[in-house]
């Protein structure tokens, strides 16, 4: 045996079990023993039956991903699997925490699992941008059914063990020690007698009068895919299933793999894997964390509601609060309706909505605030505003207690020189909704302390963010490459596009949505106070704005909306506004295509993310695209803003960034010197400062 895979005697049963810290990944050094241990065990007269187990918190929870890309050692998961199905006597899986990727292929190859009534099961896989490579696909249609393996794969989204006991998924569901339990379960399931039929070799469950619901199914889920290659993958995979024969499926699966593997978008999602858990890891690990067990939000509208949301679904108590009892109610009103919306749509039992509202104390009075041990303001963007909040919590938030700004762009800094405790401020930038939406940029002022910012991390994955820690500057990291990516979009549409055009660019590239629809969602209105407030115009959003043409809201914007419907339609109105602002100002239209298009809109954008690292605004450039992918909906599949920078060329993006330059003398085309230097080395993080 080895460090990372041992067997014990339960008699008859031969328990192996897998001890790969911290979630027992199915690297070479556990794939080699684990196969000898069987091999072993399986040749073994005196061995009845076998249960695979794990050590520490979890079953195996996935493939090393550190592998992929790289050449394949043996044995590899297909043959492990493979072997195992070889076994004459009894095989079962033993799953607590969560069976995920590999770690559920590994026990498909098992005649039976058994699981932790707390375990979760899943084929991820799909969220790397990958399908099940080790059998995944063509094993659990023979369990589940393919319609259910199908929803399984394509979403990559887990199971609970009641779930997957019902689908056919795990054979019991036990309380209590699983190993006593599994070992139990094996000697009666041994003395029965065979044979044992290895999943490959249960086909009940695949029915070709299946094909027409499937099909129709798979093209449900494929046109919600946003041009990614893994779902169809997946989908094409799990009917291999139900249409080739196990070992051409198999054959099928893996070289779907391989080719997904190799991708560009698999790249990207690996990329993203990666950077979100180094976005999380910050100087000062072994810092004592704050105890925050009760939170306090100002402000009940839109966001502070959202904010408070988020808290109380991570389990968090809440004490909101605002100005007027008026306001206090609507807001509390808003949210009872958000959470009646979720159970409608069952994503939320009727209990846990329950539960959660009975988190939230409604108040009007900052007394209230007192016990928290978090306070986060979401009132109105003023500067003036903010800071009497925050003089106001001087008053009443106990010593130690964290004070947090949601502010999307104003000097945290000077927010926390308005307190007597700058130790102990931060940005906390939310983004809306804040209930749904992952991202939490947490903004480190220039006196936050280190133990400050530790629990902020900390409590933003508690309550199922995704932080990264941002530095102080106008817009942050978000917002100020938005400022870039923006800044040509009304000039464009001066000199010949049109918004739908545009627009239809960014959907084509992956986005959800193109700017100018994401305008009208936001309101105009927005962007025009921010404007006037900071003495900026815009030629045709401030002339809409002034007719009152906020967006969706009022049934017009860049777009007009008919009958309250959100379906963006062209406005003849608009399209003759923009022209006679152009004529106005002397430019004559002339076509402009979609490479332009995306030469005057991202490439700023990537541009200004350069800047923003010579700044040390963002720690990496990985953290640049984990604010863009789940804060703004950068396409997953091209692995956020700066990741894309390197598969686009960063040697173009200069040379265009130069043309522009010259064609038009504006500074957003002016090339940062990071980029320059990225082009040098090949690096961003690389790059010298």
């Known amino acids: 045996m080895s460090d990372f895979v041992s067997t014990t005697r339960h008699g008859n049963v031969a328990v192996v079990s897998i001890d790969n810290p911290p979630v027992n990944a199915l690297s070479f050094h556990v794939r080699e023993p684990l196969m000898q241990a069987l091999v072993y065990l399986r040749d073994e007269p005196s061995v009845g039956a076998i249960v695979i187990a794990c050590a520490g918190r979890t079953f195996v929870a996935g493939a090393d991903i550190t592998e992929f890309g790289k050449p394949a050692r043996q044995p590899d998961l297909g043959a492990l699997v493979a072997m195992l199905e070889t076994i004459a006597k009894p095989t079962v899986a033993a799953i607590h925490g969560t069976a995920l990727g590999g770690g559920l292929e590994l026990a498909l190859g098992c005649h039976f699992r058994v699981a932790d009534r707390t375990a979760r099961l899943g084929l991820p896989e799909v969220k790397l941008g990958l399908l099940p490579g080790g059998g995944g696909t063509v094993r659990l249609p023979r369990l589940v059914g393919p319609l259910k393996a199908l929803s399984m794969i394509v979403s990559g989204t887990p199971i609970g063990a009641a779930e997957a006991l019902a689908a056919g998924l795990v054979d019991a569901v036990f309380d209590g020690d699983l190993t006593a339990q599994a070992v139990s379960f094996a000697n009666e399931t041994a003395a029965k007698g065979g044979p044992f039929t290895p999943v490959r070799d249960r086909n009940d469950r695949l029915d070709q009068a299946d094909l027409p619901a499937f099909d129709k199914e798979a093209a449900v889920l494929a046109g919600k895919a946003r041009s990614l290659e893994a779902p169809i993958a997946c989908a094409q995979s799990v009917r291999n299933a139900l249409t080739l024969p196990c070992d051409e499926a198999l054959a099928a699966e893996r070289d779907l793999f391989v080719k997904l593997v190799a991708g560009d978008q698999s790249r990207a999602q690996r990329h993203l894997f990666f950077a979100e858990r180094e976005a999380a890891k910050i100087a000062g690990k072994d810092v004592a964390r704050r105890k925050i067990a009760r939170v306090g939000v100002i402000g009940a509208g839109t966001m502070g509601g959202g904010i408070a949301m988020a808290f109380a679904n991570g389990g968090v108590p809440v004490t909101l609060l605002e100005a007027t009892h008026e306001a206090l109610q609507r807001g509390l009103a808003t949210i009872n309706k958000n959470y009646a919306v979720s159970v409608i749509r069952g994503s939320l039992s009727e209990d846990a909505k329950r ?45 130690g207690t964290i004070l947090a700004t949601n502010t999307s762009y104003l000097d945290v800094n000077e927010i926390a020189a308005s307190t007597s405790r700058p130790q102990d401020l931060l940005g906390m ?30 409590l933003a994955r508690r309550i199922g963010k995704v932080p990264v820690v941002v530095g102080v500057c106008h817009g942050f990291v978000g917002n100020r490459m938005l400022a870039a990516r923006g800044a040509e979009l009304e000039t464009l549409l001066l000199e010949g596009a049109m918004p739908r055009q545009v627009d239809q660019v960014f959907t084509d590239f992956g986005w959800p949505m193109g700017p100018f629809e994401m305008s009208d969602l936001a309101g105009l209105d927005i962007g025009w106070r921010n404007r006037k407030a900071r003495g900026q115009t815009a030629v045709i959003a401030d002339a809409l704005c002034e007719q009152g043409h906020f967006g969706q809201k009022t049934g017009s914007g860049f777009y007009r909306y008919e009958g309250g419907s959100r379906t963006p339609l062209p406005d003849p109105d608009v399209e003759a506004l923009i022209r006679n602002k152009a004529a106005g100002r002397g430019v004559a239209p002339r076509a402009i295509g979609a490479e332009e298009i995306i030469e005057r809109t991202l490439y700023p954008m ?59 003398g504006k500074d957003v085309f002016r090339v940062a010197p990071r980029l320059r230097q990225m082009a040098e080395t090949g690096s961003w993080d690389g790059a010298a400062g």
């Open 606 to 664: 990537i541009n200004e993310g350069a800047k923003i690292l010579k700044e040390k605004i963002a720690a990496r450039a990985s953290d640049i695209d984990v604010v863009w992918v789940n804060g703004y909906g950068f396409p997953v599949g091209k692995g956020g803003p700066m990741f894309w920078a390197s598969l686009e060329g960063v040697d173009k993006i200069i040379q265009r960034l130069d043309h522009w330059h010259q064609q038009t």
């Open 355 to 399: 539960q959660r509202l009975g988190l939230f104390k409604g108040s009007t009075d900052y007394a209230d605030l007192a016990d928290c041990d978090l306070i986060v303001e979401a009132v109105f963007e003023e500067m003036a505003v903010k800071k009497d909040v925050f003089g106001r919590l001087d008053a009443v938030a106990k010593p």
């Open 429 to 458: 930038h939310f983004f809306s909704p804040a209930n749904v939406m992952k991202l939490l940029e947490i903004v480190r002022a220039e006196k936050t302390s280190p133990d400050v910012l530790a629990t902020i991390v900390d």
